[in-house]
């Protein structure tokens, strides 16, 4: 099961073809691409162990991690643009709701 946040009170939940938003689940055709790499021959038996201590296919281990991966490099850019948010605000203060939408034309 993989959770991602987009903004405060929206959750999407991904579980194997089926799709959770608020609640609501709805089926999603899963495009998958196919990935090749080389991997280091000494490794391959822990990672044949790995697989086997968890039950799990060498495929949902590797395409688990990876996306593990993105999304914790995802959290780090987020945490990145927090960061300079919360820096922005400190130095010029905050913006209200509607000023906000007129400079971006939102009001138009």
Not at 26 to 53: S, V, W
Request: hydrophobic share 40%; charged share 35%.
């Amino acid at each position: 099961m993989f959770t991602r946040s987009f903004f405060p009170g929206f959750t999407v939940i991904r579980v194997y073809g089926t799709i959770e938003i608020r609640g609501k689940v709805t089926m999603y055709k899963q495009h998958n691409k196919k990935l090749t790499i080389d991997f280091p021959a000494g490794e391959f038996m822990f990672l044949k162990m790995a697989c086997a201590r968890q039950d799990v296919t060498m495929k949902d281990f590797v395409t688990r991690a990876v996306i593990k991966s993105i999304e914790d490099y995802e959290d780090e850019l987020d945490k990145f643009s927090l960061k300079e948010a919360r820096k922005d605000i400190a130095e010029n203060g905050t913006v209200s709701w509607e000023e906000a939408c007129k400079e971006r034309g939102w009001n138009e």
